[in-house]
């Protein structure tokens, strides 16, 4: 079997690691993989946490036991973070942004992969400790963010749909009020969607009045789970809010002002 050198198990190894985030992968399997022995695989991986730490490009934990090996979590600097969220709020604060009812477009931000993909891993990070089964959102634009929530924190995604698939089977639905428009809606998911007392973390585009959160809080509790967090790209500041547990948000939106000038910030949460 081949020999690798020290350079090329690195590479493959963090490249292994940074395409499974959150997940453990065991000292054997790169063993196995690399034709090396674990104590040098360990060495390897020293190397890896070393200088992922160094340039603030993310974690790399070990986990004892015999189930045990190491994963990779995915973190951005804080002077990144800011910068980010700054290059939101400049791109938000374009007049042009503003649509027919005072409502403001995000839709090409949603559906920009690099966005998104930094986006996740701040959200990520903030929600790392809450230990959640799923990340949950609704049938809307939220959806790539939802997403890539829950690929770096290592869990399945779920999506609350507007009108239930033949082809889902058994449905649970809930009726809600819509904090954008005041109307009754309704949301559903499969029966088979998720198991009993999941933990779910709640991820979106835009969070108003709350009247969306409260929906799936509802849901959630048709399957004996609980909301365990709230992260959202935008939080609208103009509406006073309500919410079952607290959230987390990047960019803070505080309305429009006589001469059109958008009002966007970054939130100061931690």
Do not use: W
């Not at 969070?207 to 849901?219: E, F, K, P, Q, Y």
């Not at 609980?226 to 006073?240: M, P, T, W």
């Not at 948000?249 to 939130?267: K, P, Q, T």
Request: proline share 3%; hydrophobic share 40%; glycine share 8%.
């Amino acid at each position: 079997m081949q020999k690798y050198s020290r350079n090329s198990r690195i590479s493959a190894i963090t490249k292994i690691l940074i395409e499974n985030p959150n997940k453990i992968m065991s000292l054997n399997y790169f063993s196995e993989m690399l034709n090396a022995a674990k104590s040098t695989i360990s060495e390897d991986i020293l190397v890896i946490r070393e200088i992922l730490e160094a340039m603030e490009m993310g974690k790399v934990e070990t986990i004892a036991g015999a189930t045990g090996g190491v994963r990779y979590l995915a973190r951005m600097s804080k002077e990144e973070e800011e910068a980010f969220q700054e290059s939101i709020c400049e791109t938000l604060r374009d007049k042009s942004r503003i649509v027919p009812g005072n409502f403001l477009y995000i839709t090409d931000i949603m559906l920009d992969p690099a966005i998104v993909h930094k986006a996740g891993i701040i959200l990520a990070s903030k929600f790392a400790k809450v230990k959640a089964d799923y990340v949950i959102t609704v049938e809307t634009k939220g959806i790539p963010l939802a997403y890539e929530v829950a690929r770096y924190l290592g869990v399945p995604l779920i999506v609350a749909r507007k009108n239930s698939k033949v082809t889902e089977g058994t449905s649970v639905t809930i009726n809600y009020v819509s904090g954008t428009t005041g109307r009754l809606g309704n949301m559903g998911l499969a029966k088979r969607t998720l198991k009993s007392s999941s933990k779910c973390l709640f991820i979106d585009d835009f969070l108003r009045a709350g009247g969306t959160v409260h929906g799936i809080s509802d849901l959630l509790n048709e399957f004996d789970s609980e909301l365990v967090g709230i992260g959202v790209l935008v939080d609208n500041k103009e509406v006073v809010k309500k919410m079952p547990t607290g959230y987390v948000s990047l960019v803070d939106y505080r309305g429009v002002d006589e001469e059109g000038n958008i009002s966007v910030e970054a939130s100061k949460r931690p």
